[in-house]
């Protein structure tokens, strides 16, 4: 079983003197946007009968996963991110917090028995204000999703400024609130930008001094 995130996938299979032997059985896929040229690259590559599987989750909670079918391929370049893992209980909300109509794109919201306890900041664990009102623990994933029909979800993007690097979040206002601390910073834009030769994010800073 091999798992990894998109851009290191694409870096293993290019530099692969072979194709991958009958014993690698699964590629287990996460942490970054997977492409269905991706699956392709990936398909390509491993012995007949092997399985690929796409994992959607994060640090707060285990949300989702599904063996990728080909047979939901659609028009978007972005494969669906799967369906709930048993036990959660997933929504996709609208900027109000109502559930947003079928069809609709909102924000992902997450409930249930594996959520994370809460934030640990300034040395104690501070829960989210969904539990201290009795609603359970709950997570915001701050993903913006859209439920198909079949019961996919597909991501389209994010709520605020944080991005994936090599599989690890970050918060382009926070790097550029800590370049704006050194003393011949004016100000700063941060943004991501994509790799054409791996398809790996890189930040860009353009600084004001």
């Not at 036990?87 to 609709?104: C, I, T």
């Not at 992902?108 to 623990?137: I, K, M």
């Not at 979800?153 to 601390?181: N, S």
Request: include cysteine.
């Amino acid at each position: 079983i091999l798992f990894a995130f998109p851009a290191l996938l694409r870096s293993v299979v290019a530099s692969s003197a072979a194709p991958a032997g009958p014993d690698l059985r699964l590629v287990r896929i996460g942490g970054d946007t997977t492409l269905w040229s991706d699956i392709d690259l990936i398909r390509a590559w491993l012995a007949p009968g092997a399985a690929v599987q796409l994992i959607y989750a994060a640090t707060e909670a285990p949300m989702m996963q599904w063996f990728v079918d080909d047979a939901c391929r659609g028009e978007d370049a972005r494969i669906p991110i799967g369906y709930p893992l048993p036990g959660n209980r997933l929504a996709v909300v609208d900027d109000d917090g109502g559930a947003a109509a079928p069809g609709e794109v909102g924000e992902l919201v997450v409930t249930g028995p594996y959520v994370a306890l809460g934030l640990w900041a300034d040395g104690r664990l501070v829960p989210d204000s969904a539990e201290r009102h009795g609603a359970g623990r709950l997570f915001r994933t701050g993903d913006l999703v859209r439920q198909r029909p079949d019961g996919l979800l597909e991501r389209f993007g994010r709520k605020d400024r944080q991005v994936k690097i090599r599989g690890a979040r970050v918060d382009l206002d926070g790097v550029e609130a800590a370049l704006r601390q050194h003393p011949h910073v004016r100000d700063v834009g941060v943004l991501a930008r994509t790799s054409r030769e791996d398809g790996a994010a890189s930040l860009v800073a353009y600084v004001s001094p």
